[in-house]
């Protein structure tokens, strides 16, 4: 796995900072405040895996996929090219109605619109009125602390869809890699820092391979 070096991911978070920051304070960074937000929910997140097959993991996990405009090396490989309309045909029905706004908060993002949708296809199913056990709400399923972090309303689909999109993306640039920033989506990027990889939570381990598999459905094979 290559890390990118701290400039490129300093880089890039000033760059989401700058162009999704509305009033957050001067002087908080954008992953400060996401921290922040993420150390507040962590206490009453309850990690439990909730309707979902337990897929085999194997060397398939670490797989050549990442953000458009920005490859990032993944076991060696980089990620596909351009990304064809069709991708949204092979959604499933509840998902194909939000093929655009997901292709729009994903391209403002820097993301593979087929990654935020195979995301969202395991966070919610598609349904933007889901709310999880712990509270998370929404397709991108953000935890309230989060959305506050990203200056979000939850509840506004529109609004959930892009701050997922942006912290699905500050993710990846944090910690290197796509199975890790998902792994830091599902169980908080203190978490992963703290295992120093994917955490040892039996819904992560299971969250990770589910949503690179439904990657692959929509044909985000490099």
Do not use: C, K
């Not at 920033?181 to 120093?196: K, Q």
């Amino acid at each position: 796995m290559t890390v990118p070096a701290m400039s490129v991911v300093g880089s890039r978070i000033s760059e989401i900072q700058s162009q999704f920051r509305r009033n957050m304070p001067a002087a908080s960074s954008f992953a400060d405040t996401l921290r922040a937000a993420e150390t507040e929910a962590a206490s009453d997140t309850v990690y439990t895996v909730e309707a979902m097959a337990m897929p085999s993991t194997g060397p398939s996990m670490s797989v050549p996929i990442g953000m458009l405009g920005t490859p990032i090396t993944v076991s060696g490989g980089a990620i596909a090219g351009p990304v064809s309309g069709s991708w949204s045909n092979l959604l499933p029905a509840a998902g194909r109605g939000w093929a655009s706004q997901i292709e729009s908060a994903a391209e403002h993002a820097g993301l593979d619109p087929r990654l935020l949708a195979a995301m969202i296809w395991q966070e919610s199913g598609f349904d933007p009125e889901a709310v999880s056990p712990s509270g998370a709400i929404g397709l991108t399923q953000l935890m309230p602390a989060t959305a506050g972090g990203l200056e979000v309303d939850p509840w506004d689909t529109t609004e959930n869809l892009e701050g997922g999109a942006r912290y699905l993306a500050w993710a990846i640039d944090e910690f290197g890699s796509v199975e890790l920033g998902l792994a830091a989506y599902n169980a908080g990027p203190n978490r992963v820092r703290a295992a120093g990889g994917i955490p040892e939570i039996p819904e992560t381990r299971a969250y990770v391979p589910r949503v690179l598999d439904y990657y692959r459905q929509l044909g985000g094979v490099a």
